[in-house]
Each structure stands twice: as structure tokens, then as C-alpha cells.
DNA sequence: CAGGATCCGCCCGGATACTG
DNA sequence: CAGTATCCGGGCGGATCCTG
């Protein structure tokens, strides 16, 4: 007895990532956490340090910075390059992976930016 | 490395999402928060009801999935269509502007999906 | 069947202070 | 300059019960 939704399945998901115990939850978790997608976008446009990526990303705390960013390095998306000199220089860029996922993730970034203010139910033609 | 560097340094992004105050940052949140990325590319294969999407998408509570569709409902991303029958049928799909931001988020979905494991330097998932 | 309402634990995430 | 360590409050999110 079967009364299941017109779900034609398409070839373009796998779903795995719909099973609660599935790994690319967390990676993916990740990638699209709050401060994840800002300080991936910010380093799409080149290697920055410390302080630059602080700076960059209005209203983060270092603590998040620090965390998010040793996650990405775990990831292997973000890599990081210290420099043993006196005044400490770091600078953090994105790995060949980390591009690539950058890559998918500037659109979204751009159409969110392009899609602020429209009320539920209007015409992307508001003309009131 | 001996590529060129001259891509990923484009003015693609305009930046306002970096700031703190910007509206984009919301929009940009529930697109790419756990659930709601999840509810999404579960509704790309086609329109869903209650039960269904309970289903898809494993180990979402039902509150979690009434206030991820609510917030859809009011980005303007998703559609509830509610027919007043004896037993009540109520069925969820993507509006246009949904479908389109679905559409930039699964690469994204299927890259992670293909992308674990591969942990430099890291123990291989460590749970005991 | 489709959801609202409520209680509450837990962890995300901010502020501050300290270190190399 | 580039972080780490610690405290702690707010809210995310799960479980349960109730309604139309």
C-alpha cells in the first residue's frame, strides 16, 4: 500500500548526505558554518594574515577565527604558513581544495547579496 | 605548484556580506544553516509533503523542520501549498528563486560527499 | 496527517586575560 | 603580531505532549 510522493529520483544526488550518520555532514558543516563560508570567501581573493582575515571579517572573535580556521586546516582546505622571524608572520591561503569549494560557494555568497529585502510573495520587481 | 595565479583574485565578490550589520548575512544563514541545506536539495528531486521530508532527511526533529520551512516560506524560497481535506495534505515545493539557490548548493552538497576522508596528518575517524 | 507549545540540556560563540 | 586558555550566558535544537 503505497501513496508516495511524485519523488522522481535524479541522477544529480546520491543522498547519502541525508542519512544522519553520514561523515560529509560534518565537512559540510563546516563549509557552510557562519563563520566557515566568511572567512572562505575572504581568502578566495588572496592569502591574508592574522590580523588581515580579523579585520576582513567584521563582527568575528578571535576565538571563532582560531577555531574555524584550524578546522579548515584539518579539512585540508586551508593551509597555513608560519614564518619563525621576530614578529610573527603567518599567513593562511587556500589549498587546491579549498579554491575549488570556495569556487562553489562565491555564487551563493553573491546571489544572498543580490536577494536581500524582497517580501514573502512579491515580484522581484517591487514597485511600491 | 608552478600554476599561475591570476583567477582567484578577481573582484567577484563585493564584500557586503563582511560586514557586520549586513541584512545578506541573515538570508546567507538560513540557506546555509544544518538543516535548511539539507530540507533544500531534499526538495530538488521534486515537491515533498510533511511526512516525506521527515523522512528524506534523517534524524531532523519535527520542530526543527516546521521552523526551516517557516523561514523558507518567509525568504520567499519555498512554497507551501495546504489543501483543506478530511485528512489534511499539505505539500512543499521550491519557488523559483529556491530552485536557483538549490541549484548553486549542490555542487557544494555532492563535492563534500566526495571529499571524505582524505585528512592529512589526521586520525582516521576516531570514535570509540 | 500536519503541526503548535513547552521544557530544558548542551554547546556555540563572545569577552577577557594571558603567552611566545 | 599571533595566537591560547578560561569563564559564562544565550539560543539552538531535541523530546514530549497536545491540537485541528
Given at each position: 500500500?503505497?501513496?508516495?510522493?511524485?519523488?522522481?529520483?535524479?541522477?544529480?544526488?546520491?543522498g547519502?548526505?541525508?542519512?544522519?550518520?553520514?561523515?560529509?555532514?560534518?565537512?559540510?558543516?563546516?563549509?557552510?558554518?557562519?563563520?566557515?563560508?566568511?572567512?572562505?570567501?575572504?581568502?578566495?581573493?588572496?592569502?591574508?594574515?592574522?590580523?588581515?582575515?580579523?579585520?576582513?571579517?567584521?563582527?568575528?572573535?578571535?576565538?571563532?577565527?582560531?577555531q574555524?580556521?584550524?578546522?579548515?586546516?584539518?579539512?585540508?582546505?586551508?593551509?597555513?604558513?608560519?614564518?619563525?622571524?621576530?614578529?610573527?608572520?603567518?599567513?593562511?591561503?587556500?589549498?587546491?581544495?579549498?579554491?575549488?569549494?570556495?569556487?562553489l560557494?562565491?555564487?551563493?555568497?553573491?546571489?544572498?547579496?543580490?536577494?536581500?529585502?524582497?517580501?514573502?510573495?512579491?515580484?522581484?520587481?517591487?514597485?511600491?
Amino acid at each position: 500500500m503505497t501513496t508516495p510522493e511524485k519523488s522522481h529520483a535524479g541522477p544529480l544526488l546520491r543522498g547519502e548526505v541525508l542519512s544522519p550518520g553520514c561523515p560529509s555532514r560534518r565537512l559540510l558543516g563546516d563549509i557552510t558554518s557562519k563563520w566557515g563560508v566568511l572567512v572562505l570567501i575572504s581568502l578566495s581573493r588572496g592569502p591574508l594574515r592574522w590580523s588581515g582575515l580579523l579585520r576582513a571579517i567584521g563582527g568575528i572573535s578571535e576565538k571563532m577565527l582560531a577555531q574555524t580556521l584550524r578546522t579548515f586546516e584539518a579539512d585540508g582546505l586551508v593551509l597555513r604558513d608560519a614564518r619563525p622571524v621576530v614578529p610573527p608572520h603567518v599567513v593562511y591561503s587556500l589549498t587546491a581544495d579549498g579554491r575549488r569549494v570556495t569556487d562553489l560557494l562565491l555564487p551563493l555568497v553573491e546571489w544572498a547579496q543580490d536577494h536581500v529585502t524582497p517580501v514573502p510573495g512579491a515580484e522581484p520587481d517591487g514597485e511600491r
